[in-house]
């Protein structure tokens, strides 16, 4: 047995010096890229790339211990001849695929992935891109190394390495097996990268504002077998019309003219967003649902309420990317979770500080790791980040994180403390499953429970910051992340799935008791504000001014391969795999039925370029 774990164990180190290798290779071929990233940042790259580099390594012992289980009745022994073997077969196909990484990084600026695999459908056009020496030198290299790296590996795994035991007899075979088995399960922990609710990915890697710096982290085979899980979705074009129709349809949808209302009383206020964790309006008594959140609704004369707010799509990854960056998600991925496609998009943030706010932070009281968060947040400019790892564990739920009356507490000693004008970004989280929060049960509903939660927080929370005050010169702006079933039960081809509340508040505001019933998206939070402080939103094409003189009303919104759009005259719901609407309510011209799909193919080939 201990031949068996010290056999792991030596497989293992040899792999994680590999990738070491590799980045340092990475590091000095691709140096031009390093810009002002200093060597500090360079070499943290190691111990945040590490995680990666464990977890890739962890599908290369199970799929050992794999082999191992299955020759083991065959062989009734634990011999290693036939796990070298697998071992000098992945050696030159990992070696070839970072060579061919570090090489194209150089012309990409991004790592390998699946959608560049897709080139490999016309090989021609590669080898048309490359001098016929640099295709000579690479097999050159790569047989070199290959044939080096296996010789290291040789001598590395046989020295030590004790004679092979006699055939071993059926108890201790079976013992053997499971011990393979439980060895192989173990790989488990590794490969998630973590013991709790969010699994690895590639976001774990971006923990500077030096991007090469990040992309050094990435372990590039870890990244291009993760993306090609999600090739299809990532690479696919939703084609319905021509290209030159679609968008002109899409732009006369986005086109906006007219003066803006000005609903603010000083040009440059300080602006908290406040991301409420599933806060559906179907639980919003002033919205027209049940009146779960009287401290939401007490706000409501102190402020402006969009009441016809749709969320972009149904989890939070997405309603993060909406109203960060104003961006609408597809129907099958969240370009939250791949950085070399969000790391092109526009922020919020970082227009703010273009336009002269200071202190950016964003807080959020659970894991930043959560479907490539950390990724997203340090790309969109934020100065300051606060997570679950800056709370005590006192302050901690069951499963997701830090209760929110903990970090309402946080977010007023934020402020406090605050270089004006600020912008702080808070998302909420104890209104997520499981719905665990800090108090007696009041509904017997958990949603609704902890909704009503949240909602005495943000009473709390409000009455400290009139106390403090931080409410005069401060725009407050509440927005849900996306809707739930709710009361409503609602499926994701029912409108009240989406529909969310968008509620400005705070002393900033020269309006008050106000109602506006224009119908716009979770997106479009972006584009309004910038208008407000009179900053340019150009870079932000698909989010809309909703108090432009002159919008076109209309809500898009996406769930698993599917769409809909939501106008004054109808609502529909349009099904990729089916291939039909699913759902069409209400009278609508020939233009009309054609606008969410032109909408998608827009936005699916501006996901394509980017």
Known sequence: MTRF??????????????????????MIFNSGYSGDAGFGSLLASYAVGLRLDLSFTGYILLLTCVMQLITLPIIRRFEFTHLHWLHYVIIPVFMALMFANTNLYSYWGRHLDGEALGFLATPMVILASLQWWEVILFFVLLIVASWGTILIYIKWMKSGEEKSVSKMQPLPLVMAAFITLFTGALMIIPIRGSFGVAPINTGVAYFSQHMFANHSAINPLWNLFYSLKRLDATTRHYRFMDQEKAEKIFNKMMHQSGETQI?????????????LESFSAQVIGSMGGEAVTPNFDSLVP????????????????????????GYQVMPAYSIMQYPAKSQSLRFLPNKLKEGGFYDLTYMYGGDIGFKGMNSFVTLSGFEKVITINDFPRSTHGQKWGVHDEYTFERLIEEMSIAQSPYFQFYFTLSSHEPFDVPMDRVYDDPYLNSVFYTDQCLGDFFRSVKSKGLWDNTLFILI???????????????????????????????????????????????????????????????????????????????????????????????????????????????????????????????HLNR
């Not at 164990?9 to 590799?22: C, D, T």
């Not at 603010?264 to 300080?270: D, E």
């Not at 349009?574 to 606008?595: H, M, P, Q």
């Open 480 to 606: 849900a992340d996306h809707g739930v079933p709710g009361p409503a039960r609602a499926t994701s081809q029912m409108i009240e799935r989406y529909h969310i509340p968008m509620l400005w508040t705070g002393g900033a505001l020269a309006v008050k008791d106000t109602v506006i019933s224009t119908i716009g998206s979770q997106t479009d939070m972006v584009s309004t504000l910038l208008n407000q402080l009179r900053l340019d939103d150009s870079e932000f094409p698909f989010s809309k001014n909703l108090l432009a003189e002159e919008v076109e009303e209309f809500a898009f919104f996406t769930y698993p391969d599917a769409f809909g759009l939501i106008t004054p005259d109808l609502y529909k719901v349009y099904d990729n795999n089916a291939g039909r609407y699913i759902v069409f309510e209400g009278e609508a011209t020939a233009i009309d039925s054609l606008k969410g799909k032109a909408y998608l193919q827009v936005l699916s080939l501006d």
């Open 5 to 26: 774990f010290k056999y792991i164990f030596k497989v293992a180190l040899f792999w994680i010096l590999f990738f070491a290798l590799h980045r340092l290779l990475f």
């Open 263 to 275: 609903l603010i009383n000083q040009p440059q206020p300080n602006v908290v967003v406040i991301l």
């Open 302 to 325: 102190e402020g402006v309420l969009f009441n016809n707010i749709y969320a972009a799509s149904d989890r939070s990854d997405k309603g993060l990317v909406a109203a960060l960056a």
